[in-house]
């Protein structure tokens, strides 16, 4: 993705910016909650000390991760996926036993109250919207302008945007393998609603003194956390419900679930430096030496994430889920509204996704250092934060923050000269199929010229050709015509339209539980 922008816009630092920027959040809001998560989870399955899980987390994870690669990568998550579904599922199925169905749970959600509570407060009450998916704009917890396009800019940066999601899409086959994988990744992505949500609302219902415990003291005592315990839901529904063998095997399903994460998040945060940030400084690298960088990279990462950990775990009233997203509401929206940008408005230059980004950051990272500062009170706790950022939630700030980089960029754009046709030329959404032949010179990975034996410098230049629908690539030396081409973004029909119909399946199914659940 840093590439693109570099050959969208030009120049070198909003390339190194965007790769900085998503090793930053690679460390806290990726694999410091991967860790934290899994070593809670082996915490209370098996009674070991936080640390001491994270680091046995880390040597599996580690051992085939950079034994392997992508490859290995690719393969261990695809087996993975299936032994999650079929452990997800038995769990799903058990815990419905236990509450006597879907029909009895709303009302055991709503009586579910610790025994231990604090006087004069009603944070020990379950919410009375916790079945709707559509919430108060201003006093609900996860109010509906931010479900609806706060977190729709969030999954934006996510699924469009990160290096991790486009890894993959860049090493399948053909586009109709990248289409089918996106859409077959929206149809899992329904599942967490019935196999990680509502078991984990069943599991408030069945243990309210540990799940939903309010007393500092009793959280300490429960989870090791004074701001709450809501993190050990899906944990203590296995514990308590699942005979052993599948105890086990649910175990292992989260392991390989938060493995299966890690492990992508070490390979493309370690490309990410290697490629776009090492490589430009040492454009003479060797492979083995960028195969070590990327290693003691990844090293470094994990260490900065281990010692984030203790912060993490008191942040955001201890519910991983908020602390997640409030973090990406802070850092990734502005490279939302660039991207975005980018792709559909050709008059976008290289300045204004700049300063775009600037200002985006500046604003996002003085909310976040705020959110730490005056993190959310305990509960009991009179509330000292500024108004400002008590009375924004943090999905409407993204939704801010998304508008006003929007705003810098767009202005700064039109004051600024317009981007050259070679910046333009199938780089964005009008310029897919660009008409006529062009030779367009496309921005080297290096900034250094390598020379031939003759000593002629030896240019990357680009065919524009009408109907392949997009630049072909090609190293052109002085004495040679160019011979390496991009393979065709073209498809076979049927595939293209069996794609096709079944996105529009997968919308009208999300319309609908959304509807449904509002």
Not at 422 to 427: D, P, R, T
């Amino acid at each position: 993705m840093p590439e693109y922008l570099g050959r969208r816009f030009g120049g070198e630092r909003i390339r190194t910016y965007l790769a900085v920027l998503s090793l930053l959040l690679s460390i806290f809001t990726k694999i410091s909650t991967d860790l934290y998560s899994g070593a809670l989870f082996v915490q209370v399955c098996l009674g070991w000390n936080l640390y001491l899980s994270t680091v046995l987390m880390l040597v599996v994870t580690a051992l085939y991760t950079i034994a392997g690669g992508l490859a290995a990568v690719i393969y261990t998550d695809t087996l993975q996926t299936f032994v999650m579904i079929v452990g997800a599922i038995i769990l799903t199925i058990t815990a419905f036993n236990e509450i006597g169905g879907y029909s009895n749970l709303e009302q055991a959600y709503s009586i579910a109250v610790p025994s231990k509570i604090i006087p004069n407060s009603t944070c020990h009450l379950p919410r009375a919207d916790a079945m709707h998916l559509f919430r108060d704009a201003v006093t609900g917890d996860l109010p509906w302008p931010g479900m609806t396009l706060g977190l729709t800019i969030l999954a934006t940066w996510y699924w469009c945007t990160d290096q991790v999601i486009v890894q993959r899409s860049l090493s399948a086959k053909n586009m109709s393998h990248v289409k089918g994988a996106s859409i077959f990744a929206g149809y899992l992505k329904l599942l967490p609603f019935i196999f990680i949500i509502l078991p984990g609302m069943i599991s408030r219902a069945l243990y309210p003194d540990s799940v939903g415990c309010v007393d500092p003291e009793e959280c300490v005592r429960v989870c090791g956390a004074e701001v709450g315990c809501s993190n050990i839901a899906f944990p203590k529904l296995v514990i308590e419900l699942m005979p052993s063998g599948l105890r086990g095997l649910m175990i292992a399903v989260m392991m390989a679930a938060l493995m299966s994460s890690l492990t992508s998040i070490f390979n493309s945060s370690s490309t990410l430096f290697t490629m776009d940030i090492w490589k430009k400084h040492r454009p003479r690298a060797s492979e083995r030496e960028l195969l070590l960088v990327g290693r003691i990279v990844t090293v470094i990462l994990v260490m900065v994430s281990v010692v984030w950990i203790p912060i993490l775990q008191s942040a955001n009233s201890g519910q991983l889920f908020v602390y997640i997203q409030s973090v990406t509401s802070y850092l990734a929206p502005p490279v939302t509204a660039v991207f975005t940008l980018a792709v559909f408005w050709k008059r976008t230059n290289e300045q204004g996704a700049f300063w775009g980004l600037m200002v985006g950051l500046v604003v996002g990272v003085c909310r976040m250092v705020l959110e730490f500062a005056f993190p959310p009170p305990r509960c009991g706790v009179v509330d000292s934060a500024p108004m400002v950022l008590r009375g924004v939630h943090y999905l409407h700030f993204a939704i801010l923050l998304c508008g006003l980089t929007a705003i810098v960029v767009a202005v700064v754009s039109l004051l600024t000269p317009p981007p050259s046709h070679e910046q333009v030329c199938n780089l964005t959404w009008w310029t897919i199929t660009e008409e006529g032949e062009r030779e367009i010179p496309l921005q080297k990975v290096s900034s250094v010229s390598h020379r031939n034996s003759h000593g002629s410098k030896r240019t990357r230049r680009a065919v524009c050709r009408h109907g392949a629908g997009l630049c072909i690539s090609a190293m052109r030396c002085s004495e040679q015509p160019p011979t390496a081409r991009v393979p065709t973004i073209r498809e076979s029909v049927f595939w293209s339209r069996f794609c096709c119909a079944n996105a529009l399946l997968l919308v009208s199914i999300n319309i609908f539980l959304y509807a449904y659940f509002a």
